[in-house]
């Protein structure tokens, strides 16, 4: 028997997006002529308006990928930000975000408590460098992608933590009038996610600020958002307007709405499903390529040990 889900947060990706109505909404778009012309008038789904300068940023080849970058409309057309909607074709609404200027707040078990604007923010942190990472999205659709920004550390070592914090807890701004998403009373927002120190601390872990060697656009997160590519995508928070220190396991958004399926963890597995799909493969962006999904989305090396101890635990990878 199949019951209708009643709660957008039940349905699976392919319930939500079934490809007949995506394909359907790229020939639509096509057949509107948007082409070169119209695109240039600022109807590029990645026209922003961010001061973060600084673009493209030389990149950092440690990080290689074992497949074919995105293509850019694809990555920035097809977007999970809840704040504008539940369907992935929010990049039109997110455009209402106002990013110039952007406060973020630094706070909680810091020394350095701070309110600061994104792009003084970044200049405090060093110069940026772009990554190309994989993203493996809990619903199973995946991407590569070039990101640009800062490591995560750097953001820690500036906050100057006390010897008692143990984690970061990361939240998106909260303004219903611009994010219609945000007036769906039954979300638990704003937006939250939470990491250890020593996740944050881990060089994967970045602070996006662009993405394809530009800035960020709106709906990927503008003007700053997290990248942490061996965990499950719902844990990249965008649009982060304070990052809290504390002693206390954050509680995340999704961890909130369903517990049992989207955990603190959340580390990429592919033996262990999601209660209603498989974790096994993942359909990469724009491609009708199904690889085989990696453990920590490939990049164990780098992350293995912060979890060593924890190995055993189904909960690190929900
Ligand atoms: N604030 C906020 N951050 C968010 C989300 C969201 O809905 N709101 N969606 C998450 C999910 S489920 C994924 S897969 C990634 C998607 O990032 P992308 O749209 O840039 O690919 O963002 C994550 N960060
Ligand atoms: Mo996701």
């Keep these: 028997m199949l019951i209708r889900p009643s709660r957008p947060w039940e349905i699976s990706e392919n319930d939500v997006t079934p490809e007949s109505v995506y394909l359907n909404r790229r020939s639509i778009l096509t057949g509107m002529g948007l082409g070169g012309a119209a695109l240039a008038a600022g109807m590029l789904p990645n026209s922003v308006s961010a001061a973060i300068t600084g673009f493209p940023a030389p990149r950092n080849g440690e990080f290689t990928l074992d497949r074919p970058i995105t293509d850019e409309e694809e990555a920035t057309t097809y977007t999970n930000f809840y704040e504008f909607g539940s369907s992935k074709n929010i990049w039109r609404k997110a455009k209402r975000l106002k990013v110039d200027p952007w406060m973020v707040t630094i706070d909680g078990m810091v020394e350095n408590e701070i309110r600061i604007d994104a792009t003084d923010l970044l ?11 994989r993203h493996r999205c809990v619903e199973a659709w995946a991407m590569a992608v070039p990101w640009t920004g ?3 550390s750097r953001l820690v070592k500036f906050a100057r933590p006390n010897a008692g ?22 979300y638990p927002w704003p937006y939250v996610e939470g990491i250890t120190i020593e996740e944050a601390d881990n060089m994967l872990a ?30 990249s928070i965008k649009s982060i307007s304070r990052i809290t220190f504390t002693d206390e396991k954050p509680m995340s958004f999704w961890e909130e709405l369903q517990p049992r399926e989207y955990g603190f963890w959340a580390n990429v597995n592919p033996e262990y499903d999601h209660p209603r799909w498989s974790q096994k493969t993942e359909r990469m962006l724009g491609t009708k390529d199904r690889l085989d999904t990696i453990k920590y989305n490939g ?4 992350v293995e040990d912060l979890y060593k101890d924890m190995e055993q635990d ?5």
């Design 299 to 302: 990049y164990g090396e780098w």
């Design 165 to 186: 914090a143990k984690y970061l807890r990361i939240e998106t701004f909260n303004d219903p009038d611009i994010a219609p998403g945000q007036r769906q009373r039954w």
């Design 150 to 152: 800062v490591p995560l």
């Design 206 to 235: 970045f602070l996006a600020t662009g993405i394809y060697g530009k800035p960020m656009p709106k709906q990927n997160g503008a003007p700053i958002r997290l990248v942490l590519p061996w965990k499950y995508g719902f844990k």
């Design 123 to 133: 200049g405090k942190l060093g110069g940026q460098e772009e990554r190309l990472y």
């Design 314 to 318: 189904r909960k690190l990878f929900f």
